[in-house]
């Protein structure tokens, strides 16, 4: 059986989809993202949103003191974004950009992937958090959320156990937490989670 899935045309999806309809939409700042920010007493610093989509959570970061930047594999999604921060007067960055080709060279204190990471080819993990090393300054922390193989709706994003992420990333970050949790947004009942907080090694 084939490990492929099927995954939207990220440029179309932004183009003809209200933000607010989509299925990871949430108004707010992560709560487990919130929730570990103020247990680690983070603050401030260079924040990256992976994955930006609607924006949301580059805003939520942007509006409580991060220098932030927000990248997205669509353009369409891109261009939203930085409308809304210019209607709204924040100063967060917004760039297209492929994590697996990466023209970023600047490093970040906080990078967030609320679902990029999951929806990748299997054999492109790697390339991802080579990529990521890269990115996370020294000290700095990456945040991760993907789908928990809890989740028994059975399409859609790949999903993981915390024994699967610290295979996946070991070599290069040390996996500080993976606990299960949900994604908070408009399904119901909302998708089973994983949310990891990393360090570089």
């Known amino acids: 059986m ?17 933000a607010e309809s989509m299925p990871w ?3 707010r700042l992560d709560p487990d993202l919130e929730r570990a920010l103020e247990q680690r007493q983070i603050a401030r610093g260079r924040a990256l949103d992976l994955g930006t989509g609607p924006a949301t959570q580059a ?24 409308a809304q921060a210019a209607q ?19 490093r970040f ?27 996370v300054a020294p000290g700095g922390h990456l945040f991760l959320k993907c789908f928990s193989a809890l989740e028994p709706y059975d399409q859609g994003p ?13 070599a290069d970050f040390e996996v500080l937490s993976a606990e299960e949790t949900i994604y908070h947004g408009p399904l ?4 089973r989670a994983l949310f990891a907080v990393l360090k570089p090694r």
């Not at 709204?88 to 990466?102: H, K, P, V």
């Not at 204190?109 to 990115?135: E, I, M, N, Q, S």
């Open 109 to 135: 204190d906080v990078v967030f992937d609320r679902g990029c990471f999951h929806c990748l080819p299997p054999a492109r993990r790697a390339d991802y958090v080579r990529t990521l090393k890269r990115l």
């Open 25 to 27: 939409y949430h108004a």
């Open 188 to 191: 119901e009942p909302p998708p």
């Open 88 to 106: 709204r007067g924040l100063s967060a960055r917004f760039l297209q950009d492929d994590i697996l080709d990466s023209k970023l060279d600047a």
């Open 2 to 18: 084939s490990d492929e899935r099927n995954f939207p045309d990220w440029q179309e999806l932004y183009r003809s989809t209200p």
């Open 59 to 82: 805003f939520a970061l942007a509006e409580r003191g991060f220098d932030v930047t927000g990248t997205d594999l669509s353009h369409v999604a891109i261009e939203q974004a930085a």
């Open 158 to 170: 790949y999903r993981f156990t915390p024994e699967a992420l610290r295979e996946i990333f070991g």
